[in-house]
């Protein structure tokens, strides 16, 4: 067999099973319901670490971004990075949580490598932020989860164990540790992987938008650990939960809950229970393995830290966070499809990319037809930034000229032939519309004479397709059209020119 | 002993400024001092003999050139070595750091040196500061420079003993329940506890974060004053360090406050108090009461609860504070082990002494999972009352004298079998670092049998001046030490009559 061949037997295989495991699901939540908290770690955007004044950049040679103060040597202390709390405020309110204006830092104690204090820095009883709520879509509508507490840590390093020469070499890179982190934990509100994802999805998307995390799950910067249960349907009390870790994408979050899940009713449908205990998601073997019973888990002695005092926000400053609030993806897609009439797909471009909907929304509000924007915008402007590798904060099309191009289109005094051909120039030479369409010539013939002599002239030099033409073949006439902007150089206006064609075909003198 | 070295740090500055005194001549008589009499002392850990030289030739060469210098010029300070110094060491006296240099240096030492002070060396301490007699250090004990058979006090002993020995002028400690007080009454000398937050702790190696400080050692109320304005102030590497400018103008040490009222808390001088240390208590109050003060009786809580609270609080902190020091990037970490487990254990094991260990196992104990409220929140718990009861005793007195130790300085050996009893060494120190106020030691009288005895006065929240210019006017009533003895052994029979005998201020 061949290797493509076998690959597709093996891709048709997954397939299979993912449609068989959909299936199991489907029949085991008829009679089961799963209940689903998620944790999730957030790195926030700060340009340094949470405690010291060293550099946050992912990718760096290992230990080169340290310090005494990341490294735990003696004597140091730790001094919070007033950025980082700006930041979980900020999610907490595009979350609707109350923010605690006097909350208690604590120390979590546990002895690992990469940890060099051997305890963390996080919040424990009083966290910054509690209560609040995060609202998502599911295929049978809309949903939400409560949120139970969003609070500020310290990230640790990393260990890597790489075998050389067979033997298991142990690596720690500090450069992590230290990072400022959220942990946002919700209620069991959720009800299955779908909208365990959904809620996902929703939470990245505020991290994204409010500019708190940069939601990269590939770098570490958004981890989710999962908290699953299930109880027969009717039953109000909670099942035993077990705690999934290692959920390092979308895909793993819902595969391994899913799997949870099947692992958990199967269980108990044959009359066994289930161990709280924590699990590690194995993605290459598609399932969970034991990494801690809870006869194992940690006494982590939390306790207040006595190294910093209460982290205080006043109402002052949570008023001045809440005013730099952005508007959320939710109640920016209900205005733009209300302001614009924008479909879906637009929409979502413009909440996924909040600097091409300012862009967007200045010309509108400069003059710009908001129709004509959202194509000119979106697809014209946007694929040559994207030609040349720009961004559109740094376009070399500025506002004002879009609308003046824009409007120039909408009076009909500009094809959109010509446009696209000016809008190119624009961005390649960083001309104005005017100088362009002037140094061009490039003003719509409108003037029934003028249009007259080129079809004239195009009827003439093409006899045999006028011929088929009235002799019924109808698709001709786009032909000639064609023919006549061509002659034109695109000049000339595309709707009177076909009138003005159809007339000249009807009259057999011509 | 080289006559400079009973010159006061005010005198010294003043005159090597002044071109006068030499930073030189006074730094070599401190290294002969201490080549004198540190074998037979044991103040010190390590010296910095070279570097103090060419500092002292540098300050002298500024003076030459008509630079201004510091206001500490020239003083030999000795430094505890839990104070890291990145041209030294921060052994804590502990195994576990023998070898550790460290990378900084700490905000207290920066400052010593940016005044012109000469840090000529690092003292010797109880191990990690955890103790009263200096015993615990893994590097041997300091003694009492007056009876050397005698415990200097801890864990800040070896500053104290350079200080009372002569073998340097100042000296910097730290006090978690007592470490520069107790120290001070067993060597004669003044020593004061800032407010909690008014000396940076950036580089000094904790032992229990929401009770250390710095403090400074002296023989005078005023040097006391004076190294005090060179380290105390806000530091942004310490996130507990108060913002306000807590310094002291000298000249402020020479008033006391209209209507002097000290609270005297009676109910704390009962059980376990020695005759003498009683008696010399009384004649202090007399010596007030002739400056002016009114004494008034006080209750406040059972110094008894304040153990129980403080050794709770202390090692809870000190045990997640030590958890560092695991073999993984510094220090001490065992040979031959092949798995982590073993690392931390052995190189743990190996590294911390008795006393160290008994305090990271109380305080990992009273964090545990079902000890918690018993014993940590309790314990917070009765902080809070303490720090309201001392705040509504002193809205109606200046300052709360009692005596700094229930006893004078006991033999070597003879507590360090008993932990219990070295704890209650401790009884009348640990409320203000429960409390967070200062409070200061200062000497008042000797035994019969020669040895210095402490009085200590604890203050408003952030008050250090009051106190400090009450231990210089009960100065201008009393010699110190006094008649303490003056030949009884060869250290102290060249340190002559005693900290604040004639020639010493």
Redesign the interface.
């Known amino acids: 067999m061949s290797r493509e061949s076998s690959q597709a037997n093996r891709s048709r295989e997954a397939q299979q099973e993912a449609e068989q495991t959909a299936a199991r699901l489907a029949v085991a939540l008829s009679s089961w319901e799963a209940v689903i908290g998620l944790e999730v770690h957030a790195q926030l955007r700060t340009r340094t670490k949470l405690f010291c004044a060293c550099s946050t950049a992912f990718g760096a040679e290992p230990n080169s971004q340290v310090c ?1 103060v990341c ?10 990075n007033r950025e980082a709390v700006v930041l979980a405020v900020r999610m907490g309110l595009a979350t609707g949580c109350a923010v605690r204006e006097r909350s208690i830092w604590a ?1 979590k ?1 546990y ?1 690992y ?1 990469d940890l ?4 963390q820095i996080t919040q424990f009883d009083r966290p910054i932020c509690e209560h609040g709520e995060v609202r998502f879509a599911v295929a049978a509508g809309p949903r939400s989860a409560r949120l139970r507490r969003i609070h500020l840590e310290e990230d640790a390093g990393k260990s890597k164990h790489p075998e050389k020469a067979g033997e298991t070499l142990s690596r ?1 890179d500090l450069n992590r540790c230290g990072t400022p982190l959220i942990e946002i934990v919700s209620e069991p509100d959720l009800r299955g992987p779908e909208e365990a994802y959904a809620y996902l999805a929703a939470l990245k998307e505020i991290l994204e938008h409010t500019g708190v995390c940069d939601g990269n799950m590939e770098e570490g910067s958004l981890r989710c650990d999962a908290n699953v249960s299930v109880r027969r349907r009717g039953e109000t009390a909670l099942g035993t939960r077990t705690e999934l870790k290692n959920l390092n994408s979308f895909r793993f979050v819902e595969k391994a809950i899913i799997y949870e899940i099947l692992r958990q009713i199967a269980r108990l449908e044959t009359g066994g229970t289930i161990e709280q205990e924590t699990l590690l998601w194995e993605p290459a073997l598609g399932r969970t393995r034991t990494m801690r019973s809870k006869e194992d888990a940690h ?1 982590y ?3 207040p830290e ?4 209460p982290l205080i926000v006043s109402p002052d400053w949570i008023a001045e966070i809440a005013l730099a609030l952005p508007e959320l993806p939710e109640a920016k897609r209900a205005r733009l499809r209300r302001a614009y009439g924008l479909g879906e797909g637009e929409v979502e471009i413009l909440v996924r990319q909040p600097e091409v909907c300012d862009y967007f929304e200045q010309v509108v509000a400069g003059g710009g037809d908001s129709r004509l924007a959202s194509v000119w915008v979106l697809t014209e402007l946007v694929g040559h930034l994207n030609r040349l590798g720009r961004q559109i904060t740094d376009s070399p099309v500025p506002v004002p000229e879009m609308v003046a191009l824009l409007q120039r289109l909408a009076a009909g005094k500009l094809t959109g032939k010509l446009a696209k051909m000016a809008l190119e120039e624009m961005v390649d030479t960083g001309s104005t519309a005017e100088l362009v369409i002037q140094a061009h010539g490039w003003e719509v013939v409108s003037d029934d004479r003028a249009i007259l002599q080129f079809i004239d002239a195009v009827i003439a030099s093409n006899p045999a397709g006028v011929a088929e033409y009235r002799a019924g073949k109808d698709s001709n006439f786009r032909w000639l059209v064609g023919q006549v902007m061509k002659l034109s150089r695109g000049q000339v206006d595309p709707r009177r020119t076909e009138e003005l064609l159809r007339q000249a075909l009807a009259d057999p003198d011509a | 002993m080289s006559d400079l070295l009973r010159l006061s740090a005010s005198e010294i500055a003043a005159q090597v400024s002044r071109g006068g005194l030499r930073a030189s001549a006074v730094i070599e008589a401190a290294l002969a001092r201490i080549a004198e009499v540190d074998p037979q002392v044991h103040a010190f850990l390590s010296l910095r003999a070279e570097p103090a030289r060419r500092r002292a030739e540098e300050i002298d060469q500024r003076v030459r050139s008509g630079a201004r210098v510091g206001s500490l010029a020239g003083v030999p300070v000795a430094v505890k070595d839990n ?2 110094d990145q041209d030294g060491s ?1 052994t ?1 006296a502990s195994r576990i ?1 023998e070898r ?1 240099r ?3 240096s ?1 905000t207290a030492l920066r400052r010593v040196e940016a005044e012109d002070a000469i840090v000529i060396g690092k003292t010797n301490l109880d191990e990690f500061a955890m103790g009263s007699s200096n015993e615990n250090s893994a590097f041997g004990p300091t003694h009492n420079p007056w009876d050397l058979d005698r415990v200097p006090g801890g864990s800040s002993g070896g500053s104290a003993a350079a200080v009372a020995a002569g073998e340097a002028v100042l000296s910097l400690g730290s006090d978690t329940g007592g470490s520069v007080r107790q120290p001070a009454a067993f060597c004669g000398l003044v020593a004061l506890k800032p407010q909690y937050g008014h000396l940076s ?6 032992f ?3 009770l250390d400080q710095i403090g400074p050692m002296a023989r005078s109320a005023r040097d006391c004053a004076l190294l005090f304005n060179a380290v105390a102030g806000h530091d ?5 360090s108060l913002s306000r400018d807590p310094r002291i103008e000298l000249a402020q040490l020479e008033t006391l406050p209209d209507d002097l009222r000290l609270g005297v808390p009676r109910a704390w001088l009962g059980e376990g108090l020695d005759p003498e240390i009683r008696s010399a208590f009384e004649a202090t109050c007399a010596r007030f009461e002739a400056c002016g003060a009114h004494l008034v009786d006080l209750e406040l809580p059972d110094p008894r609860h304040a153990i129980s609270t403080y050794y709770i609080l202390a090692n ?2 000190a ?2 504070n030590l ?4 073999g ?3 220090g001490h970490r065992a040979e031959g082990v092949h798995d ?1 487990h073993a690392m ?1 254990e052995r190189s743990r094991g190996e590294g911390f002494g008795p006393e160290v260990k008994r305090r990271i196992l109380m305080g ?1 104990f009273v ?3 079902g000890y ?1 409220e018993a014993f ?1 929140a309790k314990a917070q718990a009765a902080r809070r009352l303490l720090r309201r009861a001392f705040d509504q005793a002193l809205e109606t007195v200046h300052a709360i004298l009692i005596p700094t130790a229930p006893t004078a300085a006991f033999r070597l050996g003879e507590k360090s079998g008993d932990p219990l009893a070295m704890y209650l060494s401790d009884i009348y120190t640990i409320t203000s670092n429960l409390v967070g106020h200062p409070a200061v030691s200062f000497p008042a009288g000797a035994t019969q049998e020669g040895l210095p005895i402490g009085m200590q006065l604890c203050g408003r929240a952030g008050d250090e001046r009051t106190l400090l210019a009450l231990v210089q006017a009960h100065e201008g009533r009393h010699d110190g030490v006094g008649a303490a003895r003056s030949a009884a052994s060869p250290v102290t029979g060249l340190l002559g009559r005693g900290p604040a005998g004639e020639g010493w201020r």
């Open positions: 005494p490294l735990g040597h003696p004597g140091v202390l730790p001094v919070p120390r104690n002895f490598p060099p204090k051997n305890y720690i006494d002695r939390y306790f006595p190294d910093l005092p | 104070l890291c921060a804590c750091l550790f460290p990378s900084y700490a702790r950036h580089g000094l190696v904790a229990a974060s929401s942004p590497r310490d996130a507990t809870a902190e045990s997640s958890a560092r020091f695991d993984v990037r510094y982590l931390y990992t964090l545990s999972s918690y940590y």
